[in-house]
C-alpha cells in the first residue's frame, strides 16, 4: 500500500483498492474524504480496465519524467 505523507487526518484522502483478476484491472472499494468543502457525498463507481493497457499505461507513466526537468 502506498500513501502520501498528507494522509486523511491532515487534510482528506481519497483511496482505492487496486486488484487484478487475470486480464482485468478493477478499481474498488472506493473511500472518499468528508468535511468541509467536499461535495462528493458517495464513492465512485468500481472501473474495469484492460490489464494489456493498463500496464502499458503504468509503464509510460513511469517514463515519463518530464516533471523532473529544470528549467
Given at each position: ?11 482528506g ?59
Amino acid at each position: 500500500m502506498f500513501e502520501p505523507e498528507c494522509t486523511g487526518g491532515c487534510c482528506g484522502f481519497l483511496t482505492v483498492v487496486v486488484q487484478r483478476f487475470g486480464e482485468i484491472v478493477q478499481w474498488s472499494d472506493w473511500e472518499v474524504p468528508s468535511g468541509a468543502g467536499m461535495t462528493t457525498p458517495y464513492p465512485p463507481p468500481e472501473l474495469h480496465f484492460d490489464a494489456g493497457q493498463y500496464d502499458a499505461e503504468v509503464a509510460r507513466a513511469a517514463a515519463d519524467r518530464w516533471w523532473q526537468v529544470h528549467p
